[in-house]
Nanobody, 122 residues
C-alpha cells in the first residue's frame, strides 16, 4: 500500500519559517517527481513546488519563488519543503504528491498525502 505522510505544519507568525516533511512508504519513489500543493479555505488546490527524481530540476509557483525551497532525500524516501518569510496568504493545507513527471497540474500526480495545516498569523 502506497502512503505519503506529511508532517511539520503548525502555527507561525508572519516572517517566520516552517519545514514540511513528506515520508513515503510502500513503493520506491526515487524514480518519481515529487511536488507540494496547497489549498486555502474556499479556494482550489494550487501548485507550490516540484522536484525531479534526481533533484536536478526544481520548479516553483511565482508566489513562493525565493521564499520556499523543495528538496528530497531518496535514501530516506523523503521530500521536504522549507518555507521562509511566511505570509498570512500562505495559510493553507499543504499536500505532498508523487507522479511520473515534474508538472504543475495536480491531475498528473497519482499519489497524495492527507495534508498538513499551515497557519500564518499576522
Amino acid at each position: 500500500q502506497v502512503q505519503l505522510v506529511e508532517s511539520g505544519g503548525g502555527l507561525v507568525q508572519a516572517g517566520g519559517s516552517l519545514r514540511l516533511s513528506c515520508a513515503t512508504s510502500g513503493r520506491t519513489f526515487t524514480s518519481y517527481a515529487m511536488a507540494w500543493f496547497r489549498q486555502a479555505p474556499g479556494k482550489e488546490r494550487e501548485f507550490v513546488a516540484a522536484i525531479s527524481w534526481g533533484s536536478g530540476n526544481t520548479y516553483y509557483a511565482d508566489s513562493v519563488k525565493g521564499r520556499f525551497t523543495i528538496s528530497r532525500d531518496n535514501a530516506k524516501n523523503a521530500v521536504y519543503l522549507q518555507m521562509n518569510s511566511l505570509k498570512p496568504g500562505d495559510t493553507a493545507v499543504y499536500y505532498c504528491a508523487g507522479g511520473p513527471l515534474i508538472v504543475t497540474s495536480e491531475r498528473r500526480y497519482g499519489y497524495w498525502g492527507q495534508g498538513t495545516q499551515v497557519t500564518v498569523s499576522s
